[in-house]
């Protein structure tokens, strides 16, 4: 756990309702698909607003229900295409989306490394949450598609704290994410065209701005 439970609970009970959402929320939670937590919720909405995009990139779908969260608050000209490479969650995305009455979310189905390969940009809001061991491998391909000044939000960057472990106190088989994840939050927060911060909201949340070029 990153933060006090209670503190957690009572931030949650601000919360307002989201109403289809909620729906889409509480089933997600039921059938065990691995969304964004409540206090996550919030604070994607909010990033969303002070960025105010025309553009937002999604990598991770899911179900959708993050993408519709940012949908609701982004302007109303602005539009979001969203990665997902399981087929039956792109499709329960599509159900949920239509659900919701929300046309402005374009689904691509496929390998993440490859759609972001062949994407243009720019986006203004880059929301990374799919396989966390391969954000070091895209990171290359995110920072060429984000505008200058525009955001990157990296969610699960803290494991639930387990981050802060030694490698041998985590288990063998998560080794690996767990250096990767380590290497990620070093370059981002050392990296030129970036400046980084890492907030312990949920899982743990990387905001990054690309910086804009300097008027001489």
Not at 11 to 25: A, F, K, P, Q, T
Not at 130 to 142: N, S, T, V
Not at 167 to 176: I, M, N, Q
């Amino acid at each position: 756990m990153i933060v006090n439970e209670r503190i957690r609970d009572y931030i949650c009970s601000l919360e307002r309702s989201r109403g289809v959402l909620d729906e889409i929320e509480k089933e997600a939670r039921e059938a065990g698909v691995p969304i964004i937590k409540k206090e996550t919720a919030a604070f994607l909405e909010t990033m969303t607003a002070a960025a105010n995009p025309s553009a937002i990139l999604e990598v991770g779908t899911a179900v959708g229900y993050s993408a519709l969260l940012m949908s609701r608050i982004m302007p109303k000209a602005c539009e979001i295409t969203t990665i997902e490479t399981d087929r039956d969650r792109i499709q329960k995305a599509a159900e949920n989306l239509k659900k919701a009455g929300e046309s402005r979310i374009h689904l691509m189905e496929g390998d993440a490394g490859k759609v972001l390969a062949a994407l243009e940009g720019p986006y203004d809001l880059i929301f990374m949450d799919a396989a966390k061991g391969q954000y070091i491998h895209w990171l290359p391909d995110i920072l060429r598609v984000l505008a200058p000044g525009g955001i990157l939000l990296s969610d699960n960057v803290l494991q639930d704290g387990r981050i802060v472990e030694s490698r041998f106190a985590v288990e063998r088989r998560d080794r690996t994410i767990h250096a990767r994840i380590r290497e990620y939050l070093f370059t981002l927060t050392h990296h030129p065209e970036l400046t980084s911060s890492i907030v312990p909201v949920g899982d743990g949340v990387a905001v990054s701005v690309k910086k804009r070029e300097r008027q001489k």
